[in-house]
Structure formats: structure tokens, C-alpha cells
């Protein structure tokens, strides 16, 4: 069954898309805040997402724009708004179609129901894709070589790349530091212990919340580090 998000701050016309849709047959879950609703679509699969503009806690154009540097989900935004300026700039930032409120249930069921066709035909046309790795908010794209976090794309070197992908990839693993650049720079670590301390301090200052708590990469004090999952 295909899975849809609806991100709308009116909770009357997000129940009714929602019924809508469920009698055509899709899953639907709603969210009424731009922040909880960028979360949802970044840490869930979805065929499609339904976004609305003026929202809470952030815009829809800002979730639309964090939305679609991660993921390529079909986005269809909704609005009140009638300006040229809006359609534009949400088209812009990587929306698929663009309704203007009000419009009527059955025609919201008939674009979503387009768009997707779409999707999967152009996903049948390239069925191959990139190698990616996601673990809460955290993505590593491993063919493209770049990671987001929470949709924010973030700058890393080719060693601090290859070592964050290996801990990711070996979650719940401890690792002494020595391992670590056998593994990741193909050497004796005879010396250079520092140099993984100094790269794994750089990743947690790039994809850590808090460094002090890291949720990602932990220490284990007197023997080396763990990728928590």
C-alpha cells in the first residue's frame, strides 16, 4: 500500500484529504507543524507528500527545500496564496505540482494519483540508484559520497568520509583506534592514534547535536569508539 504524508497546519482539511485518500487506498499520516512534519519526511518512507505552505514552526517552503536535498520524493504543495511569485518559487525548490485552496477532494486523489503513476514510471525507466546508508536524521550516500543530516548537506574529506561510512555501516561494533587506521588509511597505527581521535572529533563537530552527548559515534573509554544505531 502505498504511504502518503500530508504536512498541514488546518486539521479540518488535512482530516479530509486523509479520508479522501484512505478511501482510494492509500496509508496517510498527518502532521499539523512544519518542524515535526520536516522530521517525519526525513526519518519515513513516503510515495508522495502533501505539503502546505504557511505552517508552524517552518515554512513550507523551507521543508520543501530540506525535503528535497535528501530525498526525491514527489512533493505536492498546497496553498492559499494565488501569487505567480509563490507557485514559482515552490516549483523552484523542487515541488512537483503546485494546488491553489480551495479545491475539491476528488481532484487533490486525481493529482496524487498522476504524480505517483509518474514517479513509478520514471523509477521503473532508472531502476538503479545510489547506495545510501540513513540512521536517524543521518544520511550517508555512499555513490555520490555525501552526507546530510537531517537534510542539511554537510562537508567532509575523503578519510572522515570513509571512517564515518565504515562505523555506520558496523553498527554496535567497538573499534580500538588501531583498528580504525588499519582499516580506514591502510596503515600501522604506530604513532598515529592521533589521527583517528582528530578525525572522529571533526565528524561529531559535523553531524553531532551535541558533542559532549554524541547520539552517533560514542566513546569507549580505555579500548575505542561505537557507531550507536
Known amino acids: 500500500m502505498s504511504r502518503i504524508l500530508i504536512i498541514e497546519d488546518e486539521e479540518s482539511i488535512?482530516?479530509?484529504?486523509?479520508d479522501y485518500l484512505e478511501l482510494s487506498g492509500f496509508e496517510v499520516q498527518t502532521e499539523t507543524r512544519g518542524d515535526s512534519g520536516l522530521q517525519t519526511a526525513l526519518n519515513k518512507d513516503f510515495d508522495l507528500i502533501i505539503l502546505?505552505?504557511?505552517?508552524?514552526?517552518?515554512?513550507g517552503f523551507e521543508v520543501?527545500?530540506?525535503?528535497?536535498?535528501?530525498?526525491?520524493?514527489?512533493?505536492?504543495?498546497?496553498?492559499?496564496?494565488?501569487?505567480?511569485?509563490?507557485?514559482?518559487?515552490?516549483?523552484?525548490?523542487?515541488?512537483d505540482d503546485y494546488m491553489t485552496k480551495p479545491f475539491s477532494p476528488s481532484e487533490l486523489v486525481a493529482r496524487v494519483k498522476a504524480h505517483m503513476a509518474r514517479y513509478e514510471r520514471l523509477v521503473g525507466a532508472n531502476p538503479r540508484s545510489n547506495d545510501i546508508v540513513e540512521i536517524r536524521g543521518l544520511k550517508i550516500d555512499k555513490t555520490a559520497r555525501r552526507v546530510y543530516i537531517d537534510g542539511v548537506?554537510?562537508?567532509?574529506?575523503?578519510?572522515?568520509?570513509?571512517?564515518?561510512?565504515?562505523?555506520?555501516?558496523?553498527?554496535?561494533?567497538?573499534?580500538?583506534?588501531?583498528?580504525?587506521?588499519?582499516?580506514?588509511?591502510?596503515?600501522?597505527?604506530?604513532?598515529?592514534?592521533?589521527t583517528v581521535t582528530v578525525h572522529i572529533k571533526k565528524i561529531r563537530e559535523k553531524v553531532e547535536y551535541d558533542t559532549s552527548k554524541p547520539q552517533y559515534i560514542e566513546t569507549i573509554?580505555?579500548?575505542?569508539?561505537?557507531f550507536k544505531i
Open 64 to 95: 520543501c527545500r530540506k525535503i528535497r536535498a535528501s530525498k526525491d520524493v514527489p512533493i505536492l504543495m498546497v496553498s492559499a496564496k494565488k501569487d505567480d511569485i509563490d507557485k514559482i518559487r515552490g516549483l523552484g525548490l523542487g515541488a
Open 52 to 59: 502546505d505552505l504557511m505552517l508552524p514552526g517552518v515554512d
Open 153 to 194: 548537506e554537510k562537508n567532509f574529506t575523503t578519510k572522515e568520509f570513509d571512517l564515518l561510512t565504515f562505523l555506520a555501516e558496523n553498527p554496535n561494533h567497538v573499534f580500538s583506534k588501531e583498528e580504525l587506521f588499519r582499516r580506514i588509511w591502510n596503515m600501522e597505527s604506530v604513532g598515529d592514534i592521533a
Open 14 to 18: 488535512a482530516d479530509l484529504e486523509k
Open 221 to 226: 573509554w580505555g579500548v575505542g569508539y561505537r
